[in-house]
């Protein structure tokens, strides 16, 4: 079974450049999330889709940061300016189901961001 | 304070030492992972759990959910399970993390 594809894997930009972060879930996978990982921090969820809709995107800075599912499989997450602090590995999920015991999550390699 | 504490940060051993990293938790929860992630960055999940015990070859997952507590063991250990192990509990539909425990196997 082919796990959670992300590109790409490592990017670096100057701030305020723009950039994109692609997923692929695995097949059949509803839920889909993406997380920001700071260095020497746990992940921390940016949003979450089921399907194509979006379940959770509390903790999304909304005015750089922005994440779509067009279509309920691929996922692509953009930011528009980056600053520094943006500096992080943004890591790709999904889980067959959410709520319960069917969430497990499978995550794929991240992608690896430098903003200078 | 975090809902998800992992002790210790940093554990650095010989190998073939019997490694033990611990997680508590302040919350209800539906179920818990324990996941290692590579210098790379990318997570695997290694175990989720929700009652009692699991074994993978030498990684041992045990949880009490009376003690709000779980433990991650690692049998034989080998530098090449040097990583961040994550814990990481299902509360309602979320994941809380964690911040890790950096795992260093010394040859």
């Known amino acids: 079974e082919a796990g959670v594809a992300q590109s790409p894997r490592y990017k670096i930009i100057e701030k305020r450049q723009s950039v994109a972060f692609w997923c692929n879930p695995i097949?059949?996978?509803?839920?889909l999330y993406w997380y920001q990982q700071i260095l020497g921090q746990g992940p921390k969820l940016l949003i979450q889709?089921?399907?194509?809709?979006?379940?959770?995107d509390s903790q999304l800075p909304k005015d750089r940061f922005s994440a779509e599912r067009l279509k309920g499989v691929d996922s692509t997450l953009k930011i528009q300016p980056a600053k520094l602090e943006d500096s992080a590995v943004y890591l790709c999920?999904?889980?067959?189901?959410?709520?319960?015991?069917?969430?497990?999550?499978?995550f794929g390699p991240g992608t690896r961001l430098t903003v200078l | 304070k975090n809902e998800v504490e992992q002790s210790p940060q940093n554990l650095t051993a010989q190998e073939g030492e019997f490694i033990t990293i611990n997680c508590s938790y302040s919350?209800?929860?539906?179920?818990l992972h324990w996941l290692q992630q590579h210098p790379g960055g990318g997570i695997v999940s290694l175990f989720m759990?929700?009652?009692g015990k699991k074994k993978h070859g030498r990684l041992i997952a045990t949880i009490n959910i009376q003690e709000k507590h779980s433990s991650l063991h690692i049998t034989a250990s080998h530098p090449r399970d040097s990583a961040v192990y994550i814990c990481?509990?299902?509360?309602?539909?979320?994941?809380?993390f964690g911040k890790g425990t950096r795992l260093h196997i010394l040859p």
């Open positions: 097949s059949g996978h509803a839920t």
């Open positions: 889709f089921q399907n194509n809709g979006v379940v959770d």
């Open positions: 919350v209800g929860i539906s179920a």
């Open positions: 999920a999904s889980s067959f189901s959410y709520g319960g015991f069917y969430n497990e999550q499978f």
């Open positions: 990481a509990a299902n509360r309602d539909d979320k994941i809380i």
């Open positions: 759990l929700s009652s």
